[in-house]
């Protein structure tokens, strides 16, 4: 039991030095760290809203705000001056004024921001109190620009606010000759040491209210979408709805079409056997002999007719054989070819004939030509009528 209690008490020892170790460690980073001070100057990062620019009317140059700097083009000893103005007192500086000047309380302070210049020389940093009923009571100090490129400055003003106070006016002014100054990253702060650049804390409040603004109307802009999507959505779920339906019906329509073709395919097919069949029989009736009683009589006649507008082509062939009881014969076919076009027929044709006495042929054409075989391109004239000879 001892041997726990000694290992207990090391272990609780241990864990003594550990968390004194720990908490000198955490002390030592404590004392390293240095907390920005508060800065008092609005819109110092973009200058906008809260800055006024101005100059003497004289002075040729102009000043202005780019890219998140502002830009002093002074061109003649005359004041060009770029200044944040307090909350009215009894003057009429209502518009675009910072709050935040207003009350500001006695001490020194430290202003500092980053400059180039294409010149260098000295710009007035400058604490103003406008006095009542009148008067002022400047608290300023010049400092050198002396670099073309980006360098931080820093300088201290020791300001005592007094009793008849009507507003404060922080200024930089400028009274070089053809010079362009640019300033950037303002901070004005309570105390002697300058720290980095941070946004006055109502300029952060704004910010986190705009977005906040921002993000309400996103909100209500996206629920407006999302009202409007489903409503579209259930628009389209009824139009897809009613299209089913739709395609419903006309599957339904197309089946019944296909049924009804179907059965008036099949009736046509019927006609047709039927008309076939008839036809048939009729022709059978025509080539069959037809016979009375004393003589019997057999023929057919074929006919292939051709016609385009008003011009026609026609082959005709009939044949015919006859018996009676008297012992008279016939046989006879002949096949015709006929044209007609213009007004003018062209004829040609040839009869084969017997009886019990003799045989004829009979050719009708206007001329007559014989080929020696069926390959033979070049027909031979023979004979041909000519004015009835």
Same mark, same amino acid.
């Given at each position: 039991?001892?041997?726990?209690?000694?290992?207990?008490? !090391?272990?609780?020892?241990?864990? &003594?030095?550990?968390?004194?170790?720990?908490?000198?460690?955490?002390?030592?980073?404590?004392?390293?760290?240095?907390?920005?001070?508060?800065?008092?100057?609005?819109?110092?990062?973009? =200058?906008?809203?809260?800055?006024? =620019?101005?100059?003497?009317?004289?002075? &040729?140059?102009?000043?202005?705000?780019?890219?998140?700097?502002?830009?002093?083009?002074?061109?003649?000893?005359?004041?060009? %001056?770029?200044?944040?103005?307090?909350? @009215?007192?009894? !003057?009429?500086?209502?518009?675009?004024?910072?709050?935040?000047?207003?009350?500001?309380?006695?001490?020194?302070?430290?202003?500092? =921001?980053?400059?180039?210049?294409?010149?260098?020389?000295?710009?007035?940093?400058?604490?103003?109190?406008?006095?009542?009923?009148?008067?002022?009571?400047?608290?300023?100090?010049?400092?050198?620009?002396?670099?073309?490129?980006?360098?931080?400055?820093?300088?201290?003003?020791?300001?005592?606010?007094?009793?008849?106070?009507?507003?404060?006016?922080?200024? =930089?002014?400028?009274?070089?000759?053809?010079?362009?100054?640019?300033?950037?990253?303002?901070?004005?702060?309570?105390?002697?040491?300058?720290?980095?650049?941070?946004? %006055?804390?109502?300029?952060?409040?704004?910010?986190?209210?705009?977005?906040?603004?921002?993000?309400?109307?996103?909100?209500?802009?996206?629920?407006?979408?999302?009202?409007?999507?489903?409503?579209?959505?259930?628009?389209?779920?009824?139009?897809?709805?009613?299209?089913?339906?739709?395609?419903?019906?006309?599957?339904?329509?197309?089946?019944?079409?296909?049924?009804?073709?179907?059965?008036?395919?099949?009736?046509?097919?019927?006609?047709?056997?039927?008309?076939?069949?008839?036809?048939?029989?009729?022709?059978?009736?025509?080539?069959?002999?037809?016979?009375?009683?004393?003589?019997?009589?057999?023929?057919?006649?074929?006919?292939?007719?051709?016609?385009?507008?008003?011009?026609?082509?026609?082959?005709?062939?009939?044949?015919? %054989?006859?018996?009676?009881?008297?012992?008279?014969?016939? %046989?006879?076919?002949?096949?015709?070819?006929?044209?007609?076009?213009?007004?003018?027929?062209?004829?040609?044709?040839? &009869?084969?004939?017997?009886?019990?006495?003799?045989?004829?042929?009979?050719?009708?054409?206007? !001329?007559?030509?014989?080929?020696?075989?069926?390959?033979?391109?070049?027909?031979?004239?023979?004979?041909?009528? @000519?004015?009835?000879?």
């Amino acid at each position: 039991a001892e041997s726990g209690i000694t290992q207990l008490q !090391r272990s609780v020892a241990n864990q &003594t030095t550990a968390l004194s170790e720990a908490g000198q460690h955490l002390s030592a980073k404590i004392d390293g760290l240095r907390v920005g001070g508060r800065n008092y100057l609005r819109s110092s990062l973009d =200058f906008s809203g809260y800055w006024r =620019f101005g100059k003497h009317a004289n002075e &040729t140059g102009r000043v202005f705000t780019e890219n998140n700097e502002i830009v002093i083009d002074s061109q003649t000893a005359n004041y060009s %001056a770029a200044m944040q103005i307090a909350k @009215e007192g009894t !003057r009429s500086h209502t518009a675009n004024c910072s709050e935040t000047l207003k009350d500001l309380p006695s001490a020194i302070y430290t202003v500092s =921001f980053e400059a180039k210049a294409s010149v260098n020389g000295a710009i007035r940093v400058l604490l103003r109190q406008q006095l009542l009923p009148s008067g002022t009571k400047d608290t300023y100090k010049y400092i050198t620009i002396d670099s073309q490129d980006w360098k931080k400055y820093t300088i201290q003003l020791d300001y005592r606010q007094v009793t008849n106070l009507n507003y404060v006016q922080f200024e =930089f002014t400028c009274y070089l000759v053809g010079a362009e100054i640019r300033l950037r990253k303002v901070k004005l702060e309570r105390g002697t040491i300058a720290t980095d650049w941070t946004p %006055a804390p109502e300029d952060v409040e704004e910010n986190i209210a705009n977005v906040s603004a921002d993000l309400v109307s996103y909100r209500q802009t996206q629920a407006a979408t999302d009202s409007a999507q489903a409503t579209q959505l259930n628009a389209l779920t009824t139009r897809m709805t009613g299209a089913e339906s739709n395609i419903t019906k006309v599957e339904q329509s197309v089946i019944t079409l296909n049924s009804s073709t179907a059965t008036r395919l099949n009736q046509l097919t019927a006609n047709l056997t039927k008309a076939q069949t008839d036809l048939t029989a009729k022709i059978t009736a025509e080539q069959t002999a037809r016979a009375n009683g004393d003589k019997s009589l057999a023929s057919r006649i074929d006919t292939v007719n051709a016609s385009v507008n008003n011009a026609k082509a026609q082959i005709t062939t009939v044949s015919q %054989a006859v018996a009676d009881v008297n012992g008279k014969l016939s %046989a006879t076919h002949t096949i015709k070819t006929q044209t007609i076009s213009g007004g003018k027929t062209a004829i040609a044709g040839i &009869t084969l004939g017997a009886n019990r006495e003799e045989s004829t042929v009979i050719v009708m054409a206007d !001329r007559f030509q014989v080929v020696k075989n069926a390959q033979d391109g070049s027909p031979k004239p023979m004979l041909r009528v @000519e004015n009835g000879q």
